[in-house]
């Protein structure tokens, strides 16, 4: 059981910026792709960002140029920096693990892979 723990959810003004983080056993950075997924209220879960193993990245179009991920092996942590949050930014936000399949070709509009294992969700709501 992958054991992954977030933290850095709150609330923060549209225009803000949020720094989340999340910490999992040190051979989860070496050998798993990791991504961050988000829920809103009544939408169903969607993906934000994937950083696969060999450190390429992507994300969801809505946060292109906004949010960056990025990890430190060294403090086991992955990281997502928010910028200039937007009120439709406000969701659940969930550390991904996918061990199995890295995130390759990660499809955006479908629902996760049942290889992926989850943090509990910070939450970030983004007041106008």
Do not use: H
């Amino acid at each position: 059981q992958v054991q992954l723990v977030e933290s850095g959810g709150g609330s923060v003004q549209a225009g803000g910026s949020l720094k989340l983080s999340c910490v999992a056993p040190g051979y989860i950075f070496v050998s798993c792709g990791m991504a961050w997924y988000r829920q809103a209220p009544g939408k169903e879960r969607e993906l934000v960002s994937t950083l696969r193993v060999d450190g390429t990245s992507t994300y969801r179009d809505s946060v292109k140029g906004r949010f960056t991920i990025s990890q430190d092996n060294a403090k086991n942590r992955l990281y997502l920096q928010m910028n200039s949050l937007k009120f439709e930014d406000t969701a659940v936000y969930y550390c991904a693990a996918d061990c199995l399949l890295d995130f390759l070709n990660a499809d955006y509009d479908s629902r996760a892979p049942d290889s992926v294992r989850w943090g509990q969700g910070p939450q970030v709501p983004v007041s106008s």
